[in-house]
C-alpha cells in the first residue's frame, strides 16, 4: 500500500506510549492541510481528488447574493413607504386619522392587511371536473356576494296594480271585485293569456323541449361553420307585424274592363288563374302574372246576374248563383261546357244564391231560407240532407277538415253540425253581437271568426266553440264601424282579412297571432279601393285580391311569400 507519510511518522503515531491530547492534534492538523496550489490533498491509497470548477461555485454562491440584494431592497421599499405615510399622517387633523382607524382599522404595520380586508374572502365553488382551466379561473376571481347594509321594509311589501283604469288590464278581471292584483298575480294573468290566445304552451316556451348538443357535435357544427363563406343571415320564416311590404299590381281584370259591381274574386286552387265575377252576367278567367293578366276565358250567362261564383275543391269546374234566380249553373272547364242544374230533387227553395264547397270537395252547402240549409253532394248535386236553426241563416261555412259546420243566425248565435251524423254539436253566443253578418274559419283549423253588424269581429279558439256555450274571444278586433260582411283567412294563417261593403275603403288586414293590424294598408292618401263585396289570397298567400263596386279587381304583390 502506497502512502506519503514517512514510515517515522507512522511509527510515531502508533506510539502508544503517546498522550492522547497530542495524538488528536496531530490528526487534526492532518485533516486540514492542504497543498499550496489550492487543491485537497490526495486519499490514501488513490488518485489525488480534483477540486469543482470556479464557474459552479460561482453559481452557487449567486442565489445567496441575489436573495440577499432582494430582501435588502423589500426592507428599504417597506421603511421609505411607512416614512412617507407618516409624514402624510402629520398634515392630517385627529378627526380624520381616527375615522380612518374605524373604517379600515389599525393597519400601521402591514399594509398588505388592508388589501387583504377590501378584496374579501373568495367564494368556494365546488368545481367540476369537466371544467377548463379558464372557467375555475374565473370561477375563483368571481366577487363575493354581499349582505345588504340596511332593508327598506315598504321593499318587502306587495305593490298592487290598478285593473281598473287600463283597459287591457280590465278585460283580464275575472269578477267586478278584482281592481286590483300583485305583481304576481297580474304576471301569472298575461301568462294564462297568452297560452289560451296560443291554444296551449308553444314548443318553444317549454324547458324540456331543449336540447343540449354533446361536444363532439358542437365542434363538428363550428368546423363545418369555418370551412363555407356566405351570408349567415337569414329572413324569419313567419311573417312580421307591424308592416306588411307589397306592391299594387295591375288590376286582376284590367283586359276586360267593366262598371259593374265584382261580386266574386277567387283564385284557382292549381293553377295561377284568377276568376272575376259580377253582376254584368259574365265569369272571367285571368292569367295572373302581375303586370298586364292576360284574358283566358269569359263565360256569358243572358240575363243572369251573378251573385256569387266559386271553383270546385280541385279547380275543375266553375259554379255559379244569380240573385233573383234558383238555377245553379256548372261549368266544366275541362270540357267546356255549361250545365245547367235546374231543380234539386227535394229542394224547395225559390231562389239559390249562397253557398259553400267543402275544402275536400265532397260537398255542396246551399243556404235556404227561414233557417234551413241544405247538404248535396258535390258529385251528384242530389240532396243528402237538411238542418234547421232558429232565426234566419247570415252566414256558413266549412271546418277545414270537412266535418264540421258553422252557422251564424240572424240574432247573434253560432251553430256547429256535424256532417255526418247531421246533429248540432254546439250553440254558442257570439259576445257582443246582435246581428251576425259573416263568419270564417282557419286553414289550420285553429281559428274561427265572426263578424257582426257592429263592425266587431271576435276570433275565437275553435276548440273552445265546441265545448263551450259562452266562449270568451281570443281577441275582439274593432278596426271598423260598419257590419262586417268579409272574412277571409290566408292559407298559412297569418293574416285574417275583414272588409265591410257599407263604407269606402273599410278594408283592414289582421297579423296573426298577434291580432294587430297592418298600419301601412290600406293607404289613406288614395282612396282607391272604395266598397269592397269580395276578397281572396292565392294558394301560397303570394297575392291578394279584392273586388269593389266600380267593376275594378284588386290585386296586390304580398313580397314576404315567394310563390304565387
Known sequence: MRSDVPRERLRFLSNPKMPPERRRRVRQDRKTQARPDGRARARWGGPPRKAAPSCQRKSLAWPRAAAAAISVASEEEKRLRLRNRLTLEEDKPAVERCLEELVFGDV?????????????????????????????????????????VWLDEEDEDEEMVDMMNNRFRKDMMKNANENQLSKDELQKRLKEEFQHAMGGVPAWAEANKWKTPSDDESEEDEDDLLQRTGNFISTSTSLPKGILKMKNCQHANAERPTTARISSVQFHPRAQVVMVAGLDNAVSLFQVDGKTNPKIQSIYLEKFPIFKACFSANGEEVLATSTHSKVLYVYDMLAGKLIPVHQVR????????????????????????????????????????????????????????????????????????????????????????????????????????????????????????????????????????????????????????????SMKDAVRLVHLPSFTVFSNFPVVKKKNISLIHTMDFSPRSGYFALGNEKGKALMYRLHHYSDF
Not at 114 to 140: F, I, M, N, T, Y
Not at 365 to 387: C, D, P, R
Open 108 to 148: 400601521e404595520d402591514d399594509e398588505d392587511a388592508l388589501l387583504r380586508r377590501l378584496r374579501g374572502p373568495r367564494v368556494q365553488v365546488q368545481e367540476d371536473s369537466d371544467d377548463s382551466e379558464v372557467e375555475k379561473e374565473a370561477k375563483d376571481n368571481f366577487p363575493p356576494q354581499k349582505k345588504p
Open 346 to 501: 227535394g229542394l224547395k227553395e225559390k231562389i239559390v244564391r249562397s253557398f259553400e264547397v267543402s275544402p275536400d270537395g265532397s260537398f255542396l252547402l246551399i243556404n235556404g231560407v227561414a233557417g234551413y240549409f241544405h247538404l248535396l253532394s258535390m258529385k251528384t248535386k242530389e240532396l243528402i240532407g237538411s238542418m234547421k236553426i232558429n232565426g234566419r241563416i247570415a252566414a256558413s261555412t266549412f271546418s277545414s277538415d270537412s266535418k264540421k259546420v258553422y252557422a251564424s243566425s240572424g240574432d247573434g248565435e253560432v251553430y256547429v253540425w256535424d256532417v255526418n251524423s247531421r246533429k248540432c254539436l254546439n250553440r254558442f253566443v257570439d259576445e257582443g253581437s246582435l246581428y251576425g253578418l259573416s263568419i270564417a274559419t282557419s286553414r289550420n283549423g285553429q281559428y274561427v271568426a265572426c263578424g257582426s253588424n257592429c263592425g266587431v269581429v271576435n276570433i275565437y279558439n275553435q276548440d273552445s266553440c265546441l265545448q263551450e256555450t259562452n266562449p270568451k274571444p281570443i281577441k275582439a278586433i274593432m278596426n271598423l264601424v260598419t257590419g262586417v260582411t268579409s272574412l277571409t283567412f290566408n292559407p298559412t294563417t297569418e293574416i285574417l282579412a275583414i272588409a265591410s261593403e
